[in-house]
């Protein structure tokens, strides 16, 4: 199968990948991974007009220890998460969970933020963080806020 015409857009900075969205609303679809969203293009289950490429958006990608949290960046693989070793101390079933999902080649392409923006109920990785009290950093133009994985996953 072959996708729907598109336009493709690179976004070099948060800020930009932001504003593109803004500009083209639920027409525009952001492509990291692509592990969920190009078969579902390619089936045509899926048929955005834009895709907003975000992989440039490096300062998404990382895993920090804080106080009161373990972040993860949007960005950052799968592969990258199943070698941290912040991750392997901090959150142990999150490491545990990751060599179960799919190939290493999926797991060298696969977003966290991309997956759990598309909230598979096959997919692992929501069950964990909702085991885990997770919550979500999102932004918009209109600001950013943080929603709980429970009111996340509406579905």
């Known amino acids: 199968m072959k996708p729907a015409p598109f336009k493709y857009v690179v976004a070099e900075s948060a800020d930009a990948a932001i504003a593109c969205k803004a500009e083209y609303g639920d027409e ?4 990291a991974g692509g592990q969920s969203l190009l078969p579902a293009m390619g089936f045509r289950l899926a048929q955005p007009a834009v895709l907003i ?11 920090r220890a804080e106080p009161s949290a373990t972040r993860i960046g ?3 693989r799968y592969r990258s998460l199943e070698r941290d070793p912040v991750l392997l101390r901090l959150q142990p079933l999150v490491t545990d969970a990751l060599p179960h999902i799919s190939h290493m080649q999926i797991r060298n392409r696969t ?3 991309g997956n759990l923006s598309h909230a598979d109920p ?27 994985a429970e009111a996340f996953f509406t579905g």
């Open 28 to 31: 525009a679809k952001f492509l």
């Open 74 to 76: 949007a960005l950052t």
């Open 53 to 63: 490429d975000i992989n440039p958006i490096t300062a998404l990608a990382y895993v």
């Open 111 to 113: 977003t966290i933020g």
């Open 122 to 148: 096959a997919s692992e990785m929501p069950a964990v963080v909702l085991a885990l009290n997770g919550r979500m950093h999102v932004q918009s133009t209109k600001g950013a806020r943080v929603i709980a």
